[in-house]
């Protein structure tokens, strides 16, 4: 039961405000998941400079979303799972993404194209998916 500021029941307060609550709640619901929403395939360079770069995919990332997209980064999930510096593992978390990259509606590239990215390219193109290359720092 709603109360008011001095503590005493308020049914018409509580259902007005159980309504705006409802309403608010469903318009984020319909908001976040449109099922229209396009997932994005992020793909830029992970190795090297492993901060600078995962601040760089977490910003396409962003940008992904300020376009109204689902980005779709498996080299920031997958890294914090695997072990990038052992091949067996990196090999993996490379086909796990490749797996993502299949459920997705486009592939963008950010930045510098790395061997892992050059496949993710590949599978893209063989999968026929729409590829949208992105200079660092532009569009």
């Known amino acids: 039961m709603f109360k008011n500021s001095e503590g005493y029941a308020d049914?018409?307060?509580g259902s007005a405000m159980s309504r705006i609550m409802k309403e608010y709640r469903q318009r984020q619901?319909?908001?976040?998941a449109d099922k229209n929403r396009r997932k994005i395939y992020?793909?830029?360079r992970y190795a090297g400079d492993v901060d600078?770069?995962?601040?760089a995919a977490i910003g396409y990332c962003r940008r992904v979303i300020d376009?109204?997209?689902?980005?779709?980064?498996?080299?920031?999930l997958y890294p914090q799972i695997l072990?990038?510096?052992?091949?067996?593992?990196?090999?993996l978390g490379l086909m796990f993404g490749l797996a993502l990259?299949?459920?997705?509606d486009e592939v963008w590239m950010f930045g510098?194209?790395?061997?892992?990215?050059?496949?993710?390219?590949?599978?893209?193109?063989?999968l026929n998916k729409r590829l949208r290359f992105i200079k660092e720092g532009g569009g």
Do not use: F, W
Not at 29 to 32: A, F, H, L, Q, V
Not at 67 to 76: C, K, V, W, Y
Not at 113 to 126: D, F, L
């Open 11 to 13: 049914p018409t307060a």
């Open 29 to 32: 619901k319909k908001r976040y």
């Open 42 to 44: 992020v793909a830029s």
């Open 52 to 55: 600078a770069n995962v601040k």
């Open 67 to 76: 376009e109204g997209h689902m980005p779709i980064a498996s080299h920031l």
């Open 83 to 91: 072990n990038d510096k052992v091949p067996e593992e990196r090999e």
């Open 101 to 104: 990259l299949r459920a997705c």
């Open 112 to 126: 510098e194209v790395s061997p892992g990215v050059a496949q993710e390219i590949e599978e893209a193109k063989r």
